[in-house]
């Protein structure tokens, strides 16, 4: 009896430990399979959301809040590709505006688009640091960075987080991508003259974009005949399309009939899916 109980109690108790490094091997394979998968780039958007360049490819795509040339000098938050995001009624209305344009061998091109409510928090919690202005002598030569929201060039809620705004101006039909800026160049303030600021590739609009300065202001006499004329000719023909403009900035435009009235959307600015998972026009 004594032998045999001896014999036996080591093969429990190798049963039972056994038994329990399965159970915990089984449990952890478990817990790594219920783990929430990280979100990917290039998923679907959400319903009623296109890529900019399914609807028009030949809208030339600048879209400075993913790269280092903006007001703030670093890419923002939320926005993973340069990628224009719209809703399909703005994408479709800016299609017409632009077939409008090629007539007259000329083409928009888009600076920012959807714009995550993330960003928009970015942009808050950066005019908050005074430290911050590494930009100041291109994009806010002569405006206070603190006021930047009072005078409404910034907003804490924007409307490009609903979908159905978007920041453009217009190029030469012949341009199909926009100029680098040269790192190792000074800043050029965005209120000089053509020729004298960053060269963007725009016909003459008066300045340059996301200039933060009185001068931006869509109907300022102060631009010159040209400028003016020009910018009048981007309102009439976004206008045209079920647009509105908005008086401080000569390139911001928000869809009328817009079909996202809300307080916005949150998902990431990312790259499209592959080819064999996108849907075809």
Not at 24 to 48: D, N, Q, W
Not at 214 to 229: I, K, R, Y
């Amino acid at each position: 009896m004594r032998v045999t109980f001896i014999q036996r109690r080591p093969v429990a108790r190798r049963w039972r430990v056994n038994r329990f490094s399965a159970l915990s091997r089984a449990g952890l394979v478990l817990t790594i399979m219920t783990l929430p998968a990280p979100a990917l780039a290039g998923s679907a958007l959400p319903k009623g959301f296109v890529y900019l360049r399914d609807i028009d490819p030949t809208i030339v795509q600048d879209i400075r809040y993913a790269g280092s040339h903006n007001f703030v000098g670093r890419p923002i938050r939320g926005y993973l590709a340069a990628e224009c995001i719209l809703s399909a009624s703005a994408a479709n209305a800016l299609e017409a505006v632009q077939r409008m344009l090629t007539e007259k061998k000329l083409s928009l091109i888009v600076w920012d688009c959807y714009r995550p409510k993330r960003a928009v928090d970015d942009f808050v919690q950066w005019s908050r640091d005074p430290t911050h202005a590494k930009m100041k002598a291109e994009f806010y030569p002569r405006t206070d960075k603190e006021k930047l929201f009072a005078l409404g060039y910034l907003a804490k809620r924007s409307a490009h987080s609903r979908g159905s705004t978007v920041d453009l101006g217009i190029v030469p039909g012949a341009s199909s991508f926009a100029p680098t800026p040269n790192s190792l160049q000074p800043l050029k303030a965005c209120t000089s003259p053509k020729g004298e600021r960053f060269e963007d590739g725009t016909i003459d609009l008066g300045t340059g974009y996301d200039c933060l300065d009185v001068l931006a202001h869509t109907s300022n006499p102060l631009v010159g005949g040209t400028a003016l004329h020009n910018r009048q000719i981007l309102k009439s023909y976004m206008e045209g399309a079920g647009f509105r403009s908005y008086a401080r900035e000569w390139w911001h435009f928000e869809l009328i009939n817009e079909p996202f009235n809300r307080d916005g959307f949150d998902f990431e600015v990312s790259t499209p899916p592959s080819s064999n998972d996108r849907s075809t026009r």
